[in-house]
């Protein structure tokens, strides 16, 4: 079966500096990837490259479509969905209009089907987006800027979400609800490509692991085998 998102041989680089060293990885459709590895592994570089937001060659194929040559937009409407590590809110606009700006013109006509997701689902999802939909972005705690950035991705109504460090800097009661609605997007079939440094959302979420190490995947494998392997996680991850 072709997979949904198939990567081979990915090279990236910032300027001079190699970042990513033939990289090959696969998610099928509806599967959760949690891809781990410590800080300056190339796990944000390869979310970023598969935006086209870096340099890079090598071969991407989302619906076996290349994605070569893209820009961000495109590949959004092509169905990817991206919620980067540092939470690009638009500080000065409203938490209603954040979120108006995250629903993609056709992009679900463009795949033949009605759109899954609204700004009500997004509501329902976050409650307190609801409560705050007239404050300004800016002024939202670390944790409702996540979720408020989780939630406009899905307004894009992608098949595939891209989730760079769901948890980063959350308190445990906020990181409760995000891993919750990861759990709700997996039921509703979504495929997602979840990144961390170790496995404190994933764990329950994810059934495939990849771990990255100098640019590379060092393992790929179903979270049962992964959690056998004391010495990857010895060595790539800094526990055992």
């Given at each position: 079966m072709t997979p949904l998102l198939d990567i081979r041989g990915l090279n990236a680089w910032y300027g001079?500096?190699?970042?990513?060293h033939g990289v090959n990885l696969r998610i099928g459709a509806?599967?959760?990837?949690?891809?781990?590895?410590?800080?300056?592994s190339g796990r944000s570089t390869l979310a970023r490259a598969l935006m086209g937001l870096v340099q890079c060659d090598g071969e991407l194929r989302f619906r076996d479509r290349s994605l070569a040559g893209l820009r961000t937009f495109e590949i959004a409407r092509l169905g990817i969905g991206y919620v980067p590590e540092h939470r690009d809110v638009f500080p000065t606009l409203s938490v209603g209009e954040n979120l108006e700006l995250g629903v993609g013109p056709g992009n679900s006509a463009n795949r033949g089907r009605a759109p899954r997701f609204s700004i009500d689902d997004a509501y329902a999802l976050f409650p307190v987006l609801r409560e705050r939909r007239r404050t300004r972005a800016g002024a939202l705690s670390g944790g409702e800027q996540q979720m408020l950035t989780l939630a406009r991705a899905l307004l894009g109504d992608p098949d595939l979400l891209i989730i760079d460090e769901p948890g980063e800097g959350l308190a445990s009661l906020v990181m409760q609800q995000v891993a919750q609605c990861l759990r709700v997007l997996r039921e509703r079939g979504m495929a997602m490509l979840l990144i961390e440094q170790r496995l404190v959302i994933a764990r329950d979420i994810a059934s495939r692991v990849a771990v990255m190490g100098h640019g590379e995947i060092v393992f790929d494998g179903e979270l049962d085998a992964f959690v056998q392997r004391t010495d990857v996680m010895r060595e790539w991850l800094g526990v055992g």
């Open positions: 001079p500096s190699q970042a990513l509806g599967e959760v990837l949690a891809l781990v590895g410590r800080n300056g």
